[in-house]
């Protein structure tokens, strides 16, 4: 690499011999000016010219963009005497005061996480930096479904089997190349994947990353008979075939008893009619595992995509990538075999499914709530306004503080759970969680939109531009309404925790 005196740096000032310095690279952008997305004149000016261009640079733009091959070859040499600073691996863990739950940051300790849960993190978020984020990326724009080659590899590996939980369906599968046996497989592993997914930055992707699988399949696992299992299960966890859950209509959506889409027998078939509305993956499934009302009660039965099942794609605020359909059944018949659980149990089918739902979203949430935290921590330190960074202003402190205070909170109650989630039974922890899941994900969902207020104010203009500096910030204040409504809306999930703790009350409870 060649090195360069600042002196001889400033000799090339001008329009078509033009040098600049940024992080003590020296980079020629002669040529390059003329297709600067921020036009020629600002890297003609004075101060920029032949200078030393960190600071402005760091104002405006993202480090990634250095990183871009497309702009990494206009470097042609270093500063001579200064040490050019080496940015971090998106792989590495960040270095960045509470940019990482404590447990990933050097010298700090956790009761919950061995080993085994760093080793496999490690893997996983070089999984989804190298493999998964370019795709995500690409669909949260584009809308289009999850690549394929990107679901192969997540089957390679395991990953879609580890997202529905601890568990026999993971028996004989290799995770993640073998750096963990599925007996090792807890609560804290997937956890560590839906973190990893979380903090990617790009909401509708997060969901298009086969949600549907992780809330539509537990159902059929678990309640299908041996002939549907074996068949849906390997189709579904080898990524041949995709799987939703539609449950919500038009006509209900946290209240599930006002549900109107109906299953009649005819001999032994169901013949399913209705609508289904904001189903996740929907517009890709070939599955939906579908809540119907059947004799004035409740009973789900696995519907495969036929002629008799359209699917319309819902217009939202995040990405059609996420697949979100409008589903019509117009007399689809079904196989009675096809009923998961007992007829009339379908309440108990869909309920089951909800904490870890609920649970899943919860550890999303918070990743990307944790993700803000950290771009806000970044861009306060490098952003000069009125003469200094903003991090220098106590206003931007106190939001600071508070930001951080409420992702910490989220994380220790999120992990205390986990941690209960490991140790009981699921119908105990429908017992006894299931109210404090509801609670955490009023919590999270709530500290999520006040921290996206936040970021935006901290970001200024740049925190409602999709691209550019403020990006995530942009996507998660634009999103983050989503995880208040998915799985349970928000004030519903508060009252479902009230409720649950009214109903322990023990009777000789007096002040
Ligand atoms: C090697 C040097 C540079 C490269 C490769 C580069 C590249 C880019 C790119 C890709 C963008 C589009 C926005 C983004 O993706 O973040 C951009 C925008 C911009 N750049 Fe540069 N840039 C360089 C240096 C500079 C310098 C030294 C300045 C000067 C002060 C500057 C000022 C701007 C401005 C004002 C914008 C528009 C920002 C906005 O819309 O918020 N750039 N640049």
Redesign the pocket.
């Known amino acids: 690499m060649k090195t360069f005196a600042v002196e001889e740096v400033a000799q090339h000032n001008k329009p078509g011999d033009l040098w600049?310095i940024?992080d003590a690279n020296v980079?020629d952008?002669s040529k390059?000016a003329q297709l600067?997305?921020?036009g020629v004149g600002?890297?003609t000016t004075k101060s920029?010219a032949g200078q030393d261009?960190t600071q402005?640079?760091y104002g405006?733009?993202?480090a990634e963009?250095?990183q871009r091959p497309q702009?990494a070859r206009?470097k042609i040499g270093q500063v001579q005497g200064q040490e050019p600073i080496i940015q971090a691996s998106p792989s590495d863990n960040s270095q960045v005061p509470y940019a990482e739950p404590t447990w990933l940051s050097a010298g700090y300790y956790s009761p919950y996480y061995t080993e085994s849960h760093r080793r496999f993190q490690k893997e996983v978020r070089k999984f989804f930096m190298e493999v998964v984020y370019p795709d995500a990326v690409k669909c949260e724009e584009n809308g289009k479904r999850i690549s394929q080659e990107v679901v192969d590899k997540l089957c390679e590996n395991n990953i879609l089997a580890m997202r529905l939980g601890k568990g026999k369906h993971l028996e004989g599968r290799t995770l993640m190349g073998g750096i963990i046996q599925p007996e090792e497989f807890d609560h804290f592993h997937e956890l560590i994947i839906n973190f990893e997914l979380g903090r990617l930055g790009t909401r509708g992707y997060v969901d298009g990353l086969l949600a549907g699988n992780v809330i539509g399949l537990p159902p059929v696992l678990n309640f299908g008979s041996p002939e549907i299992k074996n068949k849906v299960v390997p189709e579904v966890l080898s990524g041949k075939k995709f799987i939703c859950l539609a449950i919500s209509e038009a006509f209900a959506g946290s209240d599930v008893s006002g549900l109107q889409t109906t299953a009649e027998r005819d001999g032994d078939f169901w013949v399913i009619n209705g609508t289904k509305k904001w189903i996740t993956n929907g517009m890709f499934a070939d599955y939906f595992t579908v809540a119907c009302r059947t004799d004035g009660a409740y009973t789900v039965v696995l519907v495969p995509r036929s002629d008799e099942v359209e699917t319309k794609a819902i217009k939202t605020a995040y990405s059609a990538t996420a697949g979100t359909a409008y589903v019509t059944f117009d007399n689809a018949r079904v196989p009675v075999q096809n009923t998961l659980g007992k007829v009339g149990n379908g309440m108990q089918v869909i309920l089951s499914n909800f904490n870890h739902e609920r649970w899943m979203i919860i550890c999303t949430a918070l990743s990307a709530q944790r993700r803000i935290v950290e771009e806000c921590l970044k861009w306060s330190n490098q952003r000069v306004a009125f003469g200094k960074p903003l991090n220098a202003q106590a206003v931007i402190r106190s939001k600071l503080a508070s930001m951080i205070a409420r992702v910490e909170a989220g994380q220790n109650w999120l992990e205390t759970i986990t941690h209960q989630m490991n140790n009981m039974s699921y119908n105990e922890q429908s017992d006894k969680i299931a109210g404090t899941i509801a609670l955490l994900k009023q919590f999270v969902t709530k500290t999520g939109r006040e921290t996206a207020e936040d970021a935006t104010q901290i970001f200024g203009g740049?925190g409602i531009t999709a691209?550019?500096?403020g990006k995530l910030v942009e996507n998660f204040h634009r999103t983050s309404p989503y995880d208040a409504i998915l799985g349970g809306a928000e004030d519903v999930m508060g009252d479902l925790g009230v409720r649950q703790a009214i109903r322990k009350m023990p009777k000789n409870a007096r002040l």
Do not use: E, K, Q
Request: proline residues 4%.
């Open positions: 600049i940024v980079y952008v390059f600067h997305p921020g600002v890297l920029v261009a402005a640079f405006l733009h993202r963009v250095l702009y206009l740049r691209t550019g500096m």
